[in-house]
């Protein structure tokens, strides 16, 4: 069998941003809270009452902190890009999801 001419690609001196960690994650329990705010919703066909709102609301001021974490990440230019992206891409869907759930509830 000929032996291969090329060098594999090791990724192993960079490592990934820490801050982009914490947003993606910020950004998974957003998501979450989103997510069983609206089943909650459902579930009680449009009269869920506080506990939904203060869901929707926790997970809109976790997207907000979990963007600005996002947006201290990329000042780190020696790490890899991948949560970087994953979490500012993720924290921006979540707030805009944030923002038309609460103008659909402030005008329904």
């Keep these: 069998m000929p032996k291969r001419n090329h060098r594999p690609y090791k990724f192993q001196d960079i490592r990934h941003s820490v801050d982009g960690m914490v947003a ?24 869920a009452g506080g506990i939904a709102g203060f869901m929707g609301i926790s997970a809109f001021f976790l997207a907000i902190v979990g963007f600005v974490f996002a947006v201290i990440s990329w ?10 992206r994953a979490g500012t891409l993720l924290n921006i869907i979540l707030l805009l999801v944030n923002i038309i759930i609460i103008i659909l509830g402030l005008f329904a």
């Design 24 to 47: 993606c994650g910020l950004g998974c329990v957003s998501a979450l809270l989103i997510i069983g705010e609206l089943i909650l919703t459902i579930k009680a066909k449009g009269a």
């Design 75 to 84: 000042k780190d230019e020696e790490s890899m890009d991948l949560f970087k």
